[in-house]
């Protein structure tokens, strides 16, 4: 038992080793052994849930430092493992069919699973600095994925070729979208990693157990960081990493583009990894900062920063799906929207006096949004492959031909949008709940207008894609007799599934939401009673109001767009001028972070290039030259008339003396006696007349 729980990310870890072995043996070996260790995990994961005892798995990792490395099996992280096991293990499936024939396939599968592997060590790890392995993890693993297809053609890119915001492009190549993900989440990471040394430097650890119970200590880490003045700042950079690796505002840019890569990486980000991560760590982390700036008083500051950008982003990005042509770039701005909403959850569960109503809302989003966002993308990805083009107004009347993709991506989008009895109903009317009643009025109103905003963008996709006739892009092809026709079983059967379990999920919650709710309480064994709160909140006035007002507001958003998009042909707009503009142009943050910080190093570059290097390196570069030949020659002068001079003048003196004492060693025993004797003489004359007379 010690040891299964460590199988959980270390199956696919093995997986992703062996991959380049099994493709020497064949390429079938290779993928299917891909997916068979994705299953692996996601078996231990189950079984790790039902059949292994809570607790902290240690072994000894850096006994100078008396550092342990550990998996932690508790509610938190159970739930989540399963969650992204599971659709990983889909996704995995799906990719088998639609990854067939494509280059680079051992790079593919080597990287999947590394990526489940990193994701899975995320969640299960017990420390901060385990956790930070698999979180670099997973970056390095989706700036590789995104980037799949490097040569860059021209299908495989993202946005409008030719659209310009600022004069800066609007498509972007999968290498230029992988790289830019990867620096943008390396913004927030920096934060991360610098509150996570702030953390270590006063706690002496890195472990959660370990930092939950010092908060009731004299002289704890949060005490001394409090005294420092440091304590909402560490909170706050320690937010830095989620924003990245969530996509929330103003780290939010790298992740519509990441709509490059394939299709099965685009679902795995947004639906089991990567963008979950930041809300996983936040949701970890959450009631730890809660209590120790409870102590302070200082709880606001953070949980309000939370609350705010998840509520703003939320809105921007839903704006920005409302006029996006491209079906998988919807899907991208919905996740950016959605995540805020947890984000929003999460945070107004730290300013409100029921804890654990806005911290349960958050997660239930979380496994809700996991399940549909999987399955809008893969049957997106399918009906890209079946159309041949990435844009919604290329597309048009494909049901006819695809009825259970059609009806997989209905289901999944009524429940994106929050319409009952879908799972998603429930928990965006929980995150709405819980933020009202913590009397947060506007981010209450921002999320309710995002409901609308969501059902608008989310008809208009299925509008556009599904209905009317077919488009001229299409209309050849089929006069050719090349029909769409519907996805084979190896692609149909995830996306249909996890819409079906969309469905089973929101008629069933009543049933299982405060049992799980109530699972979730026990993530918060290790910590102080305080955070309280009801499990399961009664259905009183206020609630059903509540649940009125965001399922009306649904309704209306699905109601402009069915009678826009279903009951009308529609015609892309020409031009983009005006509010649509905006919105089209992504509110022109974008191109300002291009303008700002892309062209604004160029610049400087350039200026130091010209003015420094060129203006003064190279200008003093010739005279320093000059000046030291003009030196050297100098010295050389002077070696050669003085010091030369002078050594070969003593050297010359130095013969002479002893030529001259030469003559005085004649090697003649009698003269050397004269001479001592003359010698005694003139010694007795000293001694008898010069001292004597004193």
Same mark, same amino acid.
């Given at each position: 038992?010690?040891?299964?729980?460590w199988?959980?990310?270390t199956?696919?870890?093995?997986g992703?080793?062996?991959t380049?072995?099994?493709a020497r043996i064949?390429?079938?070996?290779r993928?299917y052994?891909a997916?068979?260790?994705?299953?692996?995990?996601a078996?231990v994961?189950?079984?790790?849930?039902f059949?292994v005892?809570?607790?902290?798995?240690?072994?000894?990792?850096?006994?100078q430092?008396?550092l342990?490395a550990? &998996?932690?099996?508790?509610?938190?992280?159970?739930?989540?493992v399963n969650?992204v096991?599971w659709?990983s293990?889909?996704?995995?499936?799906?990719?088998?069919?639609?990854?067939?024939?494509?280059?680079?396939?051992?790079?593919?599968?080597f990287?999947?699973n590394?990526?489940i592997?990193?994701?899975?060590?995320l969640v299960l790890?017990?420390?901060?600095?385990m956790?930070?392995?698999?979180?670099?993890?997973?970056g390095?693993?989706?700036?590789?994925?995104?980037?799949?297809?490097?040569?860059?053609?021209p299908?495989h890119?993202?946005?409008t070729?030719g659209?310009?915001?600022?004069?800066?492009?609007?498509?972007?190549?999968?290498?230029?979208?992988?790289?830019?993900?990867f620096?943008m989440?390396?913004i927030?990471?920096?934060?991360?990693l610098i509150?996570i040394?702030?953390?270590?430097?006063?706690?002496?650890?890195?472990?959660?157990?370990?930092l939950?119970?010092?908060?009731?200590?004299?002289?704890?880490?949060?005490?001394?960081?409090?005294?420092?003045?440091l304590?909402v700042?560490t909170a706050?950079?320690?937010?830095?990493?989620?924003i990245?690796?969530?996509a929330?505002?103003p780290l939010? +840019?790298w992740?519509?583009?990441a709509m490059a890569?394939?299709?099965?990486?685009?679902?795995l980000?947004h639906?089991a990894?990567?963008v979950?991560?930041?809300?996983?760590l936040v949701?970890?982390?959450?009631p730890i900062?809660?209590?120790a700036l409870l102590?302070f008083?200082?709880?606001?500051?953070?949980?309000?920063?939370v609350a705010?950008?998840?509520?703003?982003?939320?809105f921007?990005?839903a704006?920005?799906?409302t006029?996006a042509r491209?079906i998988?770039?919807?899907?991208?701005?919905?996740?950016v929207?959605?995540?805020?909403y947890?984000m929003?959850?999460?945070?107004?569960?730290?300013l409100s006096?029921?804890?654990?109503?806005?911290?349960s809302?958050?997660?239930?989003?979380?496994?809700?949004?996991a399940?549909f966002?999987?399955?809008?993308?893969l049957a997106?990805?399918w009906v890209?492959?079946?159309t041949g083009?990435?844009?919604?107004?290329?597309?048009g009347?494909?049901?006819?031909?695809?009825?259970l993709?059609?009806?997989?991506?209905?289901?999944a989008?009524?429940?994106?949008?929050g319409?009952p009895?879908?799972?998603?109903?429930?928990?965006?009317?929980?995150?709405l709940?819980a933020?009202? +009643?913590?009397?947060?009025?506007?981010?209450?109103?921002?999320g309710?207008?995002?409901v609308?905003?969501?059902?608008f963008?989310?008809t208009r996709?299925?509008?556009?894609?599904?209905?009317?006739?077919?488009?001229?892009?299409?209309?050849?092809?089929?006069?050719e007799?090349?029909?769409?026709s +519907?996805?084979g079983?190896?692609m149909?059967?995830p996306?249909?599934?996890?819409a079906?379990a969309?469905?089973a999920l929101g008629?069933?919650?009543?049933?299982?939401s405060?049992?799980l709710?109530?699972?979730?309480?026990?993530?918060?064994?290790?910590?102080?009673?305080i955070?309280s709160?009801?499990?399961v909140p009664?259905?009183?006035?206020?609630d059903?109001?509540?649940l009125?007002a965001?399922?009306?507001?649904a309704a209306?958003?699905?109601?402009?767009?069915?009678v826009r998009y279903f009951r009308?042909?529609?015609e892309?707009?020409?031009?983009?001028?005006?509010?649509?503009?905006?919105?089209?142009?992504?509110?022109?943050?974008?191109?300002i972070?291009?303008?700002?910080f892309?062209?604004g190093?160029?610049?400087?570059?350039?200026?130091?290039?010209r003015y420094?290097e060129?203006?003064?390196?190279?200008r003093?570069?010739?005279? &320093?030259a000059?000046?030291?030949i003009?030196y050297?020659?100098?010295?050389?002068t002077?070696?050669?008339?003085?010091?030369?001079?002078g050594?070969?003048d003593?050297a010359?003196?130095?013969?002479?003396?002893?030529n001259?004492l030469?003559?005085?060693q004649s090697g003649v025993?009698?003269q050397?006696v004269?001479?001592?004797?003359?010698?005694?003489?003139l010694l007795?004359v000293?001694?008898?007349f010069?001292?004597g007379?004193?």
């Open positions: 038992m010690t040891y299964i729980p199988l959980i990310w199956l696919p870890l093995a992703a080793l062996l380049p072995v099994f064949h390429s079938l070996l993928d052994a997916v068979g260790f994705s299953l692996a995990a078996a994961a189950t079984f790790t849930a059949g005892p809570r607790g902290d798995y240690e072994i000894s990792w850096v006994p430092l008396s342990n550990g &998996v932690l099996v508790d509610p938190l992280s159970m739930f989540l969650i096991a659709i293990f889909l996704i995995m499936v799906y990719s088998l069919q639609y990854m067939k024939a494509e280059f680079g396939l051992t790079r593919y599968w990287f999947m590394l990526f592997g990193n994701m899975l060590l790890a017990d420390n901060l600095l956790m930070f392995f698999g979180w670099e993890g997973v390095l693993c989706s700036y590789a994925l995104i980037g799949h297809f490097y040569h860059d053609e299908e890119w993202v946005g070729t659209d310009a915001a600022l004069g800066v492009p609007q498509a972007y190549s999968p290498s230029h979208a992988g790289m830019k993900a620096v989440t390396r927030g990471d920096i934060a991360l509150a040394f702030l953390i270590f430097a006063t706690a002496g650890t890195f472990n959660y157990s370990q939950a119970t010092q908060l009731g200590k004299t002289g704890s880490w949060a005490s001394t960081l409090s005294g420092l003045g304590l700042p706050l950079l320690f937010f830095g990493g989620p990245g690796k969530s929330q505002f939010q +840019e992740l519509p583009d890569g394939p299709t099965s990486v685009s679902a980000i639906a990894t990567m979950k991560a930041g809300v996983f949701g970890r982390m959450g900062f809660f209590l102590q008083n200082q709880v606001t500051p953070f949980f309000g920063t705010w950008i998840g509520a703003f982003t939320a921007l990005a704006t920005q799906a006029v491209e998988k770039k919807v899907l991208a701005y919905s996740t929207s959605q995540i805020g947890m929003m959850g999460l945070g107004v569960a730290g006096a029921n804890f654990i109503a806005g911290y809302a958050g997660l239930l989003q979380l496994m809700s949004h399940i966002k999987a399955s809008l993308f997106a990805g890209i492959h079946a083009t990435r844009f919604m107004d290329q597309m009347g494909v049901a006819k031909a695809m009825r993709t059609s009806i997989a991506m209905i289901f989008g009524l429940s994106l949008m319409i009895p879908f799972s998603g109903f429930w928990t965006k009317d929980a995150i709940s933020t009202f +009643e913590s009397s947060q009025y506007i981010l209450y109103a921002m309710l207008g995002t609308l905003l969501t059902a963008y989310t996709m299925l509008g556009i894609t599904f209905a009317g006739k077919a488009s001229k892009h299409l209309e050849e092809p089929q006069k007799g090349n029909h769409n +519907e996805a079983l190896t149909l059967i996306y249909l599934a996890l079906v969309s469905l008629v069933l919650y009543p049933l299982y405060g049992s709710t109530n699972y979730l309480m026990g993530t918060f064994q290790s910590l102080p009673p955070l709160g009801e499990s009664g259905l009183s006035t206020t059903i109001i509540l009125a965001s399922t009306s507001m209306i958003g699905l109601a402009l767009g069915y009308r042909a529609y892309a707009p020409r031009q983009m001028k005006g509010l649509r503009g905006f919105l089209w142009y992504r509110w022109y943050i974008d191109a972070y291009y303008r700002v892309v062209g190093l160029t610049w400087a570059s350039r200026g130091l290039y420094i060129q203006g003064i390196w190279d003093l570069s010739p005279a &320093v000059r000046d030291i003009d050297t020659s100098a010295s050389g002077l070696d050669s008339s003085v010091v030369d001079r050594v070969n003593v010359s003196a130095g013969s002479r003396l002893s001259l030469r003559r005085f025993t009698e050397y004269i001479v001592f004797a003359i010698g005694i003489v007795l000293y001694m008898i010069i001292i007379a004193r």
